[in-house]
């Protein structure tokens, strides 16, 4: 490896400290961004000598033509531009080219979410009371009954678990800590799974959290996506989603339901209302659809 390119190693080394300690984001987005800043060093060959907007318009140009999403393609601008910014501010860059990039916008399709018939069918599937069916009964209930993301849900204590209050204590997005409340369905199911359910899982290495793996671990990301995925094949007509369509599913219950869109916005825990809006379309397209289906001169 040449001089130039160890340089330019170093330089990501620290654009992935700073996203880590300054910016505090999550391991996956730290991830990506890492991912495509090498791809932008790839086309660089290696140096950011040759790092002006003109090469950021050829590197752009070249993901679109090899067929990448918009929002892929939104994510990597985001991304340049976050880059650039700091090399330019810690002297590394004589200017920044990405503040002459224009921003690419990644289409924001309406989500799939579940009716409330489907959604009551999801949670009323019989169980036996095996610790893995108590465990996943509540898993559904609380993603459902709180729209939580599933890295939320994984953290989650047991001591994070308000019941007499009918809260649980959540780290969201930037480490900002919020309340959300649950009704008695989740508030039964967590008595269930935490009485009869996890004291058969515990380990040494389980610690204090609430959801744990069938070795004893706290559940990771990928076993929730399974348990909402298998849980809906059961259920006729619910479309395929993971635990995102819960989230997506509640807010819209919320939203139907007469909750209005601030409240919605801080039980979800997102930054902008703007995120919370895209509720307020697919509340009125379910709407639409029900009146072209019901009304005789829709």
């Not at 290696?46 to 939104?74: C, F, M, Y």
């Not at 989740?186 to 799974?193: K, N, T």
Request: include cysteine; glycine fraction near 8%; aromatic fraction near 6%.
């Amino acid at each position: 490896m040449d001089e130039g390119r160890l340089e330019v190693d170093e330089v990501v080394a620290e654009f992935g400290r700073y996203l880590r300690f300054e910016r505090d984001l999550s391991p996956h987005t730290v991830r990506a961004y890492l991912s495509d800043v090498a791809a932008l060093v790839d086309h660089l060959d290696g140096r950011l000598e040759g790092l002006d907007i003109g090469a950021l318009r050829e590197w752009l140009a070249d993901q679109h033509a090899e067929g990448k999403a918009r929002a892929t393609l939104a994510r990597r601008t985001a991304c340049v531009r976050t880059f650039t910014a700091y090399c330019h501010r810690r002297g590394w860059l004589p200017d920044d080219p990405g503040l002459l990039l224009g921003s690419a916008k990644a289409p924001r399709p309406l989500p799939s979410v579940l009716d409330q018939e489907q959604a009551q069918a999801v949670l009323d599937a019989p169980t036996t009371g095996e610790p893995k069916e108590l465990r996943d009964q509540a898993i559904l209930e609380l993603l459902y009954a709180t729209g939580v993301r599933v890295s939320e849900l994984c953290a989650l204590d047991v001591d994070e678990v308000d019941r007499d209050r009918h809260v649980i204590r959540v780290l969201g997005k930037g480490r900002k800590e919020r309340s959300v409340p649950f009704g008695l369905p989740a508030l039964r199911a967590l008595d269930r799974w935490c009485v009869h359910g996890r004291p058969l899982w515990i380990r040494p290495r389980s610690g204090a959290a609430l959801f744990l793996g069938t070795r004893g671990g706290r559940i990771d990301a990928g076993t929730v996506r399974r348990v909402v995925h298998a849980r809906l094949r059961q259920v006729e007509g619910a479309p395929d989603m993971g635990p995102h369509g819960l989230r997506h599913t509640a807010a819209t219950h919320l939203l139907e339901g007469g909750a209005d869109l601030r409240t919605v916005q801080e039980l979800l825990g997102h930054a902008s209302l703007n995120t919370t809006q895209i509720y307020t379309h697919v509340s009125i397209e379910r709407l639409r659809a029900a009146y072209r289906q019901a009304h005789p001169r829709a």
